[in-house]
């Protein structure tokens, strides 16, 4: 089946640092989604997608389409504490349901 | 709007115990979803419903069962609870189909 391969499976970076992720498959998406779990609580959404090369921007963060629609990258410009937690992504086709990665744990480093 | 909530937060059973998660929506979602996350295996579609009275399996359906009676309520059922289903369960719901989904809180199930 389709799989999202999403890394880095962990960061640890210093405050103010940028942050970048990415996620890819081997199958191509209609539609990608970047969300944020913070530890013991539900994903919440951050970013979505619906256009290859769309880049959209949500205060600090920043998500892009890929070309090819086999990938999809978020950024995280001067990172601060509250960003950490996991970031997913997630791909969506109108034929599948949708497909989730495994995830990136953000840790900042004080 | 109090969004996509779940009941119970946490619990504990033991093996062959049932019990059943709810999960409610007040934003008039026809779609509605319930997850699994274990360490390491990122979210994992249990079961979904595309509208009231209405169900379907997902990628790890096995030993759950849903129903979905009420176009706000979706609920998740183990009817012999097992050590391997100790997992966070994530409900989330969407306005169409596999359009961006909003999670609950997540219920905390351990089973011993």
């Known amino acids: 089946g389709q799989q999202l391969n999403q890394s880095p499976q962990s960061m640890f970076i210093q405050e103010g640092e940028d942050v970048s992720m990415n996620c890819t498959s081997s199958s191509i998406f209609n539609t990608w989604l970047w969300y944020k779990q913070d530890p013991g609580e539900g994903p919440v959404l951050l970013i979505a997608?619906?256009?290859?090369?769309e880049l959209t921007s949500n205060g600090r963060l920043t998500a892009q389409f890929g070309i090819t629609r086999k990938d999809s990258f978020l950024n995280i410009s001067a990172s601060i504490p509250s960003d950490v937690g996991i970031y997913f992504c997630a791909g969506q086709n109108r034929d599948d349901k949708i497909i989730f990665g495994k995830g990136t744990r953000l840790h900042i480093l004080p | 709007n109090a969004g996509v909530t779940q009941t119970p937060k946490f619990r504990v059973l033991k093996t062959g115990q049932s019990m059943t998660l709810l999960c409610a929506q007040d934003m008039n979602h026809e779609y509605m979803y319930w997850y699994r996350q274990d360490p390491g295996m990122g979210l994992r579609l249990i079961h979904y419903?595309?509208?009231?009275?209405?169900?379907a399996k997902g990628e790890v359906p096995d030993g759950y069962n849903v129903s979905r009676l009420k176009k706000q309520n979706f609920l998740l059922g183990l009817e012999s609870a097992a050590p391997s289903q100790t997992s966070v369960y994530f409900c989330a719901s969407s306005r169409l189909e596999w359009e961006t989904q909003y999670f609950g809180p997540g219920t905390r199930l351990l089973v011993l």
């Open positions: 997608l619906y256009k290859a090369g």
């Open positions: 419903s595309v509208g009231e009275g209405t169900t």
